[in-house]
């Protein structure tokens, strides 16, 4: 009788190196230990409508809340003249990019936001904005309810890089979120990239995005590498000279910024 002996075929052998090569993670706490510290308890924010706009949780900072841009810039450091108006923030084209004051790192962003209507232009043009992480990193907002582009330049991609899992695009004129999960790359006091971004996107409830891996900074038509950058960067919203509308932007950091 013939003994079988594991990892003896090529692809045995490879399938036990890729398992030894897996590190199954060790919890500080056995399992049911009661003095683990317990979660911090919040208040849960709340959806919006196409009338009203969402809540954010207790615990988030709030970036917009309808009322006016004190914690937004343009890049240059002049004020933030995008137009406030009836709880809504709005596109000023051709006046620039806008972006935080306040840095973050890892973090869980929400955005409401809603594209032109009707609509003006094709392709990359109707309700053209961004939502960039770090100010690199772009996840795309267009109409992309009938309008069609290229698969990694459409509403929810990660621009340049990925196509959105399926198109949860809603019409123009009407309410959209995204809600964003983003870990930043890491570098070392030298510059070498020690970690990959990656970035988890919903688009309206919607798993878009699962954990992609980005190639770097997200540029049209290209894929150019990272460099290195802070570890704590504005969130930049893009003006791409059309008046695509905002509200009820939040951001909540992820506290262990070295996972
Ligand atoms: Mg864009």
Avoid at 36 to 44: A, E, G, S, V
Wanted: one cysteine or more.
């Amino acid at each position: 009788m013939k003994t079988r002996i594991p990892c003896a075929s090529a692809a045995a052998l490879a399938a036990c190196v890729l398992f030894a090569a897996v590190t199954i993670p060790v919890i500080p706490y056995p399992p049911g230990d009661r003095t683990q510290p317990l979660p911090r308890q919040i208040t849960p924010g709340g959806g919006g409508t196409e009338y009203q706009p969402g809540a954010p949780p207790s615990d988030a900072v709030v970036l917009f809340d309808g009322q006016n841009l004190s914690g937004w810039q343009h890049p240059d450091g002049k004020p933030a003249d995008w137009l406030v108006t009836g709880g809504t923030l709005q596109v000023k084209p051709k006046s620039g990019d806008i972006q935080t004051t306040q840095a973050f790192g890892d973090c869980q962003v929400h955005v409401e936001w809603a594209t032109p209507d009707p609509t003006r232009g094709s392709d990359q043009e109707p309700g053209n904005s961004g939502v960039f992480l770090m100010t690199l990193y772009e996840i795309q907002v267009l109409d992309s309810f009938r309008n069609k582009t290229y698969p990694d330049g459409q509403a929810a991609a990660v621009y340049s890089q990925y196509p959105p899992l399926v198109n949860s695009s809603l019409p123009p004129g009407a309410w959209q979120t995204y809600d964003i999960v983003f870990h930043g790359p890491r570098f070392s006091a030298d510059g070498d990239l020690t970690r990959l971004a990656t970035a988890t996107v919903f688009h309206n409830g919607v798993l878009v995005q699962d954990h992609v891996t980005l190639t770097g900074p997200t540029e049209w038509v290209k894929r150019p590498p990272y460099h290195a950058h802070a570890a704590k960067m504005p969130l930049r919203l893009q003006d791409h000279g059309q008046p695509v509308r905002f509200r009820n932007i939040w951001i909540r950091e992820i506290p262990d910024a070295t996972r």
